[in-house]
C-alpha cells in the first residue's frame, strides 16, 4: 500500500523545540518516524514523503530509517513550502502516485494503526476519497481552535473547514485517495484555494468525499506546545493498557516504571540495556540477603522490589520507540527466571544463617521449583485459557518480589518461602489437572 | 476422502491369534483399527469396511472407533463372504461410492501415511484406477511366495499376478479408485474370475491402471503368523527413527525402553501413567539419595537411570498406539523438570550429609537453576536452530540422567553437581548470545 505524508512545513509555532517540525522528537522519536512506523503497522509499504523546510536533514533521518524498515521512502521537495498550501506540496507528488490508491497523512499527526485499518476495510468511492472521521465530541486530545471540522450526511461529507459552525466529526487529517485528488486540488486551485481541504470540498460537492468513523481512537495534531505536551501524556497513559498486568503491577509497578520510562525514552538506553540493569539489581538484591543482617535485608527488599519496577519500562521504551522484538521479550523472560531464582535462594541463605537449620533448604528448594514450574507451565496454560476464555493466574512475578519486599520488610522471609513454595507447586498442579482436556 | 477398507476375510492362516483377523491384535491394536487410524492421519475422513466373518464384532469396534475418531464409519455384510472372492465384497459397498473417488485398502495390510500422500498427489486416470507399488525388491517385509507383483511400461501397470516370472514390483494393496473399478469388476467376473486383481487387469489392458511408486515406505502384508511377527519388529523398530534423542538415548535407553514398550503396548497401561511412574521412580531415586550412604545412593541411582529409560516408554506407547497428545507431551515435560529437580536436590543433600558444608547448597542451586533455565529456553532455541539448520545441544536429558548415575555409581556426586551447573548455566547464556539476531 502506497502511502503519502506532508512533511514541508516549518511548525512555526513549534519553533523552539526542534528546528524541522517533522524531526521534532516526542519521547525519544521524530514525529515523522512516528508516522512512517505507525503507518506500516497497517500495513502501509511504500513512502512518499513531501518535505520542505530543512529538507535536507529530513531527507537524511529518513534514509536511515527506510534501511530500518528495510522499506522505500522517496522524497520529494516542495521547494516554493515557504508560500504555498499544502495543495501544492501533494501536487508535487502527483507522477509518483498517478496508478493507485494511496493513504494521505501529514506528518505531525499521530494516530494508532487501527485508524487506518479501519480507513482501508472500506471501499473507496469513485474518483473520489475517505477521510477518518471523529465524531466523539469530547475528545480532549482535539484542539478545537484549531481542528478542521467536517458535516456529513449518510456517511458522506458535505462541508469540510475550519470555521464550520455546525458539524459532525473532526478531520483527522488521515485519508484514503484515488488520483482524482490531484484533479480536484486544481479545481479548487483554479478557484483561489490551494489547500487540501478545498480540493475535499470540490469532492464533497459530487458526492465524491467519505467519511468513516473512527470514534475512540487514538490520534493528535501536534501543532503547538500545548498539544505536545498533551500528546506525551497520551503515549504514557496508552502504556497502562497492557490486559496482564497483575495487581501490583497495575497501582504500584506500572504508575512509576511510566514515569521513569518519560525520562529513559529521550536517551539511548536500549529495552535489552534495561532489562540487564534490572537484573543486576536483584542479584545485589539477592546478594545483600544473603549477608544475614536485618539492614542489608531491607536494602536487598527495596532494591528487589525497585528492579520489579524498573523492570516495566523495557516493555514501555519497547513499545515508545518501536523496539519491540521477540527477541528482547524473550531475554528479559530469561533474567526474569534467574532474578527469581537469585531472590529466592538469597532468602534462603538468610535463613539459614539464621535459623542454622538445613531445613530451610528444603523450603527454598520447594520455592524454587515452584517458580520455575509457574513458569515453565505457563504459556501452554495461558494460550489454553485465552481460547477458553478463563482467567488467569493472578499471583504473577509482581505479586512474588512485592510479597519478597514484605519479607525483607517485616523481616519475615521463611513465611514468605513457605508461602511461595507452597502456593505455586499447588498452581503448578492445578494447571495440569485443568489442562489434562 | 472416501475410504473403502475390505475387512471380510477369515485370515485362516491366523487362526490361532484371534477369532476375527481384522480384529487380531497388533501391540494392543486391532489390525482394522491400524488401517483406518492410518489412513486418517493421510486425511480420509470417511469410511466404507466390507464385514464378513464375526461381522458383528467387527461393527461393535468399529463403532467405539467412529466416536472416537468424530468420522463417520459405516460397515456393508458381504453375507457370502465364506464362498466368493474379494471383488464380490467391493461390489457390496458399490452405492455407497459411486459418485467420487476413493481409497481402497486392505483391514491387514499395514503401511504408513506417507503411501497414500504420495498416491493422492498423482492424478487418478479416467475411468481407472492407480495402485502404489513397491519396487523396492530387496524389501525384507515382503512375502515372496504370497505377494501379488506387477509388471509395468511407463507407470502404466500391464500385468498384475501372483504368479508372474518377470516383474517390476509388488503389489502394496493400496488403492485410489474412481468408480469404473465397479464394472471392470463385472466384466472380469462374467470372464470367470471375481478378484480385484482381475479387474485391475482388465483396467491394465486398457492402460486405465497407473503404477506410483512408493518404495522406500513402510507397508507390510500381514497374512500368517510370521508376517505379524515381522510386523511387530518392524513397528518397534521404526520408534527408533526419533532424530531428537541424545547419544545415551540412543545406544542405551531406546533399545531398553522398546523391549519394555513391547510388552507395555499389550497391556491398557496409558501413556500418562508411565510419565507418572517414571516420575515416581526418580522422586524415590532422590529420596534415596537424600539418606547419605553409598548403598542407598547407588540405589537411587540406578533408579533414577531406569526412571530415564522407562521415560521412552510413554511416547513409544503413544505411537504404537495412536495415543498421542499434545497434552501428554507437556503433562511429560513438566513431570521431567519436576524429577530433574528433586534429583538435584537429592545429590546436593547427600553432599551436605557427607561434607557438612553449606556451600554445596550453592552448588545445588546453581546445577538446578542451570537445569531449569536450559529447558525453559529450549523451545524458542530449538525453533531457531530449526529454521537456521544449525544443531541441537547434545547433553539432553538423557545426558544429564545418565550423569548423574555415574555420579551415583563412582560416589562421584559434587564433581557431578559442579559440572551440571557449569555446563549448563553456561549453556543458557550462549542461547542468550546465539538468538540475539
Redesign the interface.
Known sequence: MKCLILAAGKGSRLRQQAESKPLLPLLGVPLIVRTIRTACKAGADDFVVVTGHAGKRVDAELERLSNNLHCPIKTVQNTEWETTENGHSILAAETLLQDENFLLLMADHLFEPQIIRKLITEPVPDNGLSLAVDQQFNNPLVDLEDVTKVRCAEGWIQVIGKNLEVYDGYDTGIFLCTPALFDAIRTASKKGDTRLSAAVLELAQERRAKAVDVSGCFWIDVDDKAALERAEQALLHRLRGKVHDGPVSRWLNRPLSIRISRYLAKTGVTPNQISFFSFLLSVIGALLFSLGSYPSLLLGGLLAQLASIIDGCDGEIARLKYQSSA?GG??DA?LD??AD?FLL?GM??YT?LNTAS?LV??IG?FA??GS??V???A??YDGLMRSRGGSRFRIGRDVRVFLIFLGALFDQVLPVLVFIAVVMNME?LRR?WV???
Open positions: 527477541y524473550w531475554f530469561v527466571r534467574y531464582a535462594f534462603t541463605w539459614w538445613a533448604f528444603v528448594f524454587l521449583t520455575f514450574m513458569s515453565y507451565t504459556d501452554k503448578t495440569l489442562c489434562r482436556k
